[in-house]
């Protein structure tokens, strides 16, 4: 199975800051890497597929790249609506795995 | 607007059995694979079992092979996860999630609300 591993597991900021989420791949994936936002009590929300291409509705400030194995999440300029966890999940091969999360919280 | 809702957890002993269920509209139900995804309290996402649009095809994780059943019934437009052998492991909020093909494809997208199991003496 192909491991995912996130970096930070856990990040503080404030609003307006640019951040970055990275997850690596334990072996090469293409760009078959997805984001999902997962917030309190809810479902997760599938935010970027395809290392970079955004969901509808999903706000420009968001954005993927990467290929291979190493991939990144930025997020612009946070708004309050973006503390959330973050999960990165490869759909190379079965069984799709997802990263252990980066919880982003408020400073 | 797609809708996708979860019914049938609760709390079971070791060993124990339970049955899922997912009722979905505002899609053409037969045309996706759907699938079951789990989160374990603090942990990530762990995709479960998928099933193709026709119930012909279908995934399992080694997690749970031999001892959860996924299927669905499509005059019915819902999916089932029958669960058998109930583990301590196996507590999770278990979510259901549309395919965006008739096969699975690994993305996931929307899930329902989730439902939660809690396997426990």
């Known amino acids: 199975d192909i491991q995912m591993t996130q970096s930070p597991s856990s990040l503080s900021a404030s609003v307006g800051d640019r951040v970055t989420i990275t997850c690596r791949a334990s072996?090469?994936?293409?760009?078959?890497l997805n984001w999902y936002q997962q917030k309190p009590g809810k479902a997760p929300k599938l935010l970027i597929d395809?290392?970079?291409s955004l969901q509808s509705g999903v706000p420009s400030r968001f954005s993927g790249s990467g290929s291979g194995t190493d991939f990144t999440l930025t997020i612009s300029s946070l708004q309050p609506e973006d503390f959330a966890t973050y999960y990165c999940?490869?759909?190379?091969?079965?069984?799709?795995?997802f990263g252990q999360g980066t919880k982003l919280e408020i400073k | 607007e797609v809708q996708l809702l979860e019914s049938g957890g609760g709390l079971v002993q070791p060993g124990g059995s339970l049955r899922l269920s997912c009722a979905a509209s505002?899609?053409?139900?037969?045309?996706?694979?759907m699938s079951w995804v789990r989160q374990a309290p603090g942990k990530g996402p762990e995709w479960v079992s998928g099933?193709?649009?026709?119930?012909?095809?279908?995934y399992s994780a080694d997690s749970v092979k031999g001892r959860f059943t996924i299927s669905r019934d499509n005059s019915k437009n819902t999916l089932y996860l029958q669960m058998n052998s109930l583990r301590a492991e196996d507590t999770a909020v278990y979510y259901c999630?549309?395919?965006?093909?008739?096969?699975?494809?690994?993305?996931?997208?929307?899930w329902g609300q989730g439902t939660l199991v809690t396997v426990s003496s």
């Open positions: 395809a290392a970079s």
């Open positions: 999940q490869e759909s190379y091969s079965t069984p799709y795995t």
């Open positions: 099933i193709s649009g026709d119930g012909l095809s279908i």
């Open positions: 505002g899609f053409v139900f037969n045309s996706y694979a």
């Open positions: 999630a549309k395919g965006v093909e008739y096969f699975w494809t690994g993305l996931f997208d929307p």
């Open positions: 072996q090469s994936i293409n760009r078959y």
